[in-house]
């Protein structure tokens, strides 16, 4: 994995060569975290869609861009690979939330070195789509000392064709979610 992560840029590299894109992310990120201050909302934490913040070339702007905004805590989607008796994963499945949790284990490293605070545990990467009261109860029982966040989509199933760019957030596994929680 760690050819993985170099093949996308190393926070150095990013420095070193791609100055300018890391300006554009780190301008980019401070807009979006000023447009929600302004409007009145507090932030707790940064997460980043489909867990962006936690790419190579993104880390460093997060962290200027939560320092500067006095934003404490960054989501750090690392995770194991969950013992559950009844979870079937695929292939493609184990290998997306095992390379994310690549991610977010250097990234973390990097997060502690500049006082950035994040949960001790994640879950949810593994359980996407999956969640259910017997996983439910299961990672309750495996729980780690610390602090865990759980990370879920709950939703409702489209009543209609799903079709657009949106029918993946209308899915019975969003369903099966809601109705576990």
Known sequence: MNSEWNRIGSCES???GYAALSKEIYTEIHAQIRKLID???????IDGHHHIHIFPSVVESVIDAARESDIKRIRTPEEPRP???NLQLTHQQIHE??????YAASA?????KSGILTTDHFMGLYFKG?????IFEQMLQNLSDGSTELMLHPGRAS??????SF???????RETELETL
């Open 14 to 16: 990013v420095s070193g």
């Open 39 to 45: 409007s009145g909302i507090r932030i707790e934490h």
């Open 83 to 85: 013992f559950c008796s």
């Open 97 to 102: 939330a095992s390379l994310f949790s690549t």
């Open 108 to 112: 973390r490293k990097i997060f502690q």
């Open 130 to 134: 999956k969640f259910s009261i017997d």
């Open 159 to 164: 009543k209609g064709a799903n079709i657009g």
């Open 167 to 173: 029918s993946t957030f209308s899915t019975h596994e």
